[in-house]
């Protein structure tokens, strides 16, 4: 049973019980962290990714947050191929520094080397005592249909496909025993249209969720929430071969192709929070420069993308778009299934993109 079926399973006990909610949004939040992190074996299926952190991410994967009885659909208009603005909203909170030096030409190494330079050299915003890190993740998911698959169709099955925009906003204390907060925004909007059934399925689709609200979720001590991860920094080594090292460890894994994905996938759902303290970031981009297997998508002034694939099984690639002046990392894409032949919905539409903005307040909800 997919994320989308468990939705529709909770939906008649919840409607008009405030605690149900709360228990129902518990449960997406758990399914998208299984979702997304790969397993080593499995099926070849595109997850459904309904609440929670991708995706990537890491899956979250961090992923896309589709939630809320405000719904907006602001027109969108059927695409063949469209252009894609890149969400950048991870401005940097302090002067622009120089781009840190890439070796020509370019390679995964030396890009992923260039970004560990960079991130040592660029304060992330730290939670003194009393304060919170807020996380706000703007999310783009793609949604695919097919009448044999409604629910969870392939690239290569659909006939119609849109884009759905959400977002929720993550306080983390500086004292992670305190209580984490998460707030999810009731508003999502189709902005992107594939296929010709693509209008009228859209609309059920949101009607679907129609019954969901906005809410406040609270986890004490950060316990089940997606960005959980965060409370274990303190922990995790500073020099890059003892941290790859510590990732293997931590995941339970033993040398093989497989696991080397596996390894990729949990640095970029790391990187891409935008929210481990310098030294760490650094340490990270140059674990992740010892795993084989990347590549580079697209290469501009200030920002250069990097992707893995991070399960064969299901053709799932994890691209990071890295702002080389800081080793922020601007945007975050998962994509299923690149390739399928005759598909409705171009390789350039990710299925999940998500960007995060960090900085430091005084209080939470």
Excluded: C
């Excluded at 698959?149 to 759905?164: D, I, K, S, Y």
């Excluded at 071969?241 to 970029?268: C, F, K, Q, V």
């Excluded at 030294?279 to 992740?288: I, V």
């Amino acid at each position: 049973m997919d994320v989308f079926e468990k939705v529709q399973e909770i939906r008649p006990e919840i409607e008009g019980d405030d605690e149900n909610l709360v228990a129902a949004r518990m449960l997406l939040l758990k399914e998208i962290q299984a979702a997304s992190k790969p397993a080593r074996v499995k099926a070849a299926r595109r997850p459904w990714i309904v609440a929670g952190s991708l995706i990537g991410g890491g899956v979250a994967v961090t992923a896309g947050v589709i939630l809320g009885s405000m719904i907006a659909t602001p027109e969108p208009v059927p695409h063949a191929n469209p252009t894609h603005r890149p969400m950048h909203s991870a401005e940097p909170t302090q002067p622009p520094l120089e781009s840190s030096p890439v070796p020509e030409p370019l390679t995964v190494e030396g890009v992923l080397m260039g970004a560990a330079s960079a991130s040592a050299a660029y304060e992330t915003p730290v939670a003194g005592p009393g304060q919170y890190l807020k996380i706000e993740h703007q999310m783009r998911q793609l949604v695919l249909w097919s009448p044999e698959e409604p629910v969870n169709a392939t690239r290569e099955q659909a006939t119609a496909g849109w884009v759905v925009t959400s977002a929720y906003t993550s306080y983390i204390p500086a004292s992670v025993s305190d209580d984490w907060v998460d707030v999810f925004n009731a508003q999502k909007s189709v902005v992107e249209l594939y296929g010709a059934d693509a209008a009228a399925q859209s609309e059920r689709w949101l009607a679907d969720f129609s019954w969901m609200q906005e809410s406040i979720q609270r986890t004490p001590g950060g316990s089940g929430s997606s960005n959980a991860s965060i409370a274990t920094y303190p922990m995790m080594p500073r020099d890059p071969a003892a941290l790859l090292e510590w990732t293997r460890s931590s995941l339970g894994l033993h040398d093989s192709m497989d696991d080397d994905a596996l390894i990729a996938n949990s640095l970029i759902q790391e990187l891409q929070l935008n929210a481990a303290p310098a030294d760490l970031r650094s340490a990270m981009f140059g674990a992740l420069s010892m795993v084989p297997g990347g590549r580079i998508d697209s290469a501009n002034d200030n920002a250069i993308t990097l992707s893995f694939l991070t399960n064969a099984a299901q053709e799932r690639r994890d691209a990071i778009e890295i702002d080389t002046r800081t080793g922020l990392v601007l945007q975050y894409a998962v994509t299923f299934g690149e390739g399928a032949s005759g598909a409705v919905v171009p390789d350039e539409v990710p299925d999940y993109v998500t960007v995060r903005t960090v900085t430091v307040v005084d209080d939470a909800p």
